[in-house]
């Protein structure tokens, strides 16, 4: 214990500053058990500058050669302020739900933003699709000029065998990795190859149309059709074709923005136009896991025909109007 003059002088310099003290003390404890944030805006202001007059306090004390005890209380308060107030900001907790909502409103919105990319892309995939499912139906070989024997073959046997066993849980898992490495594949090759203006985008979505439909022409000109119909129609095509559809309008749409920039520089075009591409591709890979999941357990399930083709029409209708509708209450006027 300390004795005389020093002694004297602690105890009057404690009893003048232990007011200050007792209140940043209690401003840490409160922030510690709870948040900084639940604290008044006028309590965190304060946190400041009584940490820098405990910190000069601190600096007294040692100078004058004060108490162990008084130096290591100062030393602990100044250092759990220090912390409070100078460790790297916790990150902001992530609201999953406020963030998946914002996505799924822009989505959509980005999507009708180019509506005019969006409407090519599905000409470009469906009418060749439709050309070759009539061709193929009336002429069956024209279906080995754009689809490999070695595949058309096995589908048509399988197709012919139909689904009334189903799948086990252990096949669905396999096909639904093929499916999401095979569907994926398809749309970033329809995207990827778009900055060269377009024309890579355009082939590709031209070349998978019409293989689609000369692979369906062939099958039911074997007597599959039924079957092949219940397949696709049982509710993965909904998601599937639609996002290879997107992927290809978002190639379409970077490769214009390149072509013709407008009143912007290509480089300022092709960023505008990145933001979007990245906000449809991320929006179509989503589709393709989605499609991926039902074309794996539920598509080549046992279930009744009409209930796939059923379920299959419902989800065609929801991936439409998502796509029409949701987001509409926030988008421009001019834009709608």
């Known amino acids: 214990m300390r004795t005389g003059l020093g002694a004297i ?9 232990q007011r200050e003290w007792a209140e940043l003390e209690g401003l840490l404890a409160r922030a510690a058990q709870r948040r900084i944030s639940s604290l ?39 250092a759990s302020a220090h912390g ?20 799924v409103a822009r989505f959509p919105r980005v999507f009708r933003a180019h509506k005019g990319a969006m409407g090519l ?13 009539v061709a193929t139906i009336l002429h069956p070989d024209f279906a080995f000029r754009v689809a490999p024997e070695s ?12 689904f009334s066993g189903g799948r086990d849980s252990s096949e669905g898992a396999l096909m639904a990795g093929f499916y999401v490495n095979n569907n994926v594949g398809i749309a970033l090759r329809c995207f990827a190859v778009g900055i060269f203006g377009g024309v890579g985008s355009a082939f590709y979505l031209v070349q998978n149309g019409l293989a689609t439909g000369a692979i369906l022409g062939y099958v039911a000109s074997q007597g599959a059709g039924a079957n092949i ?33 407008g009143a912007r520089t290509r ?5 505008a136009a990145g933001r979007d591409a990245v906000v449809l591709v991320s929006g179509a890979a989503v589709m393709l896991f989605i499609a991926a999941g ?15 083709r059923g379920v299959g029409l419902g989800l065609f209708v929801l991936v439409t109007l998502f796509l029409v509708l949701v987001g509409r209450d926030e988008e421009p006027e001019a834009h709608r």
């Open 229 to 261: 119909v219940t397949f696709i129609g049982a509710g993965h095509s909904a998601f599937e074709l639609s996002a290879i559809v997107i992927a290809g309008g978002a190639g379409l749409m970077l490769g214009w923005s390149f072509i013709v920039p």
């Open 40 to 78: 008044a805006p006028e309590e965190i202001a304060r946190i400041s500058p009584l940490y820098r007059d405990t910190c000069a306090d601190l600096a007294r004390a040692q100078a004058a050669r004060y108490g162990a005890s008084l130096l290591e209380y100062l030393h602990g308060l100044t």
């Open 121 to 133: 892309a599905f000409v470009l995939f469906f009418a060749p699709m439709f050309a070759g499912l």
């Open 294 to 308: 039902i074309e794996a357990y539920w598509s080549g399930s046992s279930a009744h025909a009409m209930v796939k």
């Open 151 to 162: 595949m058309l073959r096995p589908l048509t046997e399988a197709y012919a065998k139909g």
């Open 267 to 271: 480089r300022a075009a092709l960023e």
């Open 84 to 103: 409070l107030l100078y460790a790297a900001p916790p990150r902001a907790s992530v609201d999953l739900r406020a963030r998946v909502r914002t996505w």
């Open 9 to 17: 002088h602690e105890t009057a310099f404690v009893e003048r500053r």
